[in-house]
């Protein structure tokens, strides 16, 4: 995916950078996508990028793009509604960040924990199964009493 501004314009009145451009790519840019793209070439956290169309041609593999790049987040938010694609490419973002930091987490968590705990887990699965088959063995040996209860009940 290859991103060429066309048009750069700064706008004093609202604190921020109009950008119309293109992006070649052979499917559709997403929001996330194109959001990385902005930051990484203008050198801003993605929270502070407001992107306003990605229209693509038929039958072309460019889009057009425009989007408004802001110098913080609270400019952005006291001046662009939040609608709900904006919402979910926050949440897109937020989600590629954090799952390296999981990742490190759950190791970290997994070498913590001694070796006893991760040895037991197996253990205690097989102790459940093994009381599940119990409680199974005793409801077919009360059922059984149960009908010869009532055998015994249609004889006398």
């Known amino acids: 995916m290859e991103l060429k501004i066309t048009e750069e314009k700064e706008n004093k009145l609202f604190n921020r950078k109009e950008v119309k451009g293109f992006v070649e790519s052979e499917v559709t840019p ?25 229209m693509g ?15 913080s987040k609270e400019e952005k938010d006291s001046i662009e509604l939040k ?9 897109k973002m937020k989600e590629t960040e954090e799952p390296a930091n999981s990742v490190e987490a759950k190791k970290a968590e ?7 705990e991760v040895q037991s887990q197996p253990e205690q699965q097989k ?3 093994e009381q599940k088959q119990e409680e199974k063995q005793e409801e077919k040996s009360r059922e059984e009493q149960e009908k010869k209860k009532e055998e015994n009940k249609s004889e006398s």
Request: hydrophobic share 30%.
């Open 127 to 129: 102790e459940k199964t």
């Open 83 to 91: 609608k709900k694609k904006d919402i979910e490419t926050e949440k």
């Open 30 to 54: 997403s929001r996330p996508d194109v959001t990385k793209l902005l930051s990484e070439k203008f050198s801003v956290p993605f929270e502070n990028i407001k992107i306003k169309k990605i």
């Open 110 to 116: 997994a070498i913590e924990k001694p070796a006893e």
């Open 57 to 71: 041609k038929f039958g072309s593999k460019t889009f057009d793009i425009g989007a408004n790049i802001y110098s």
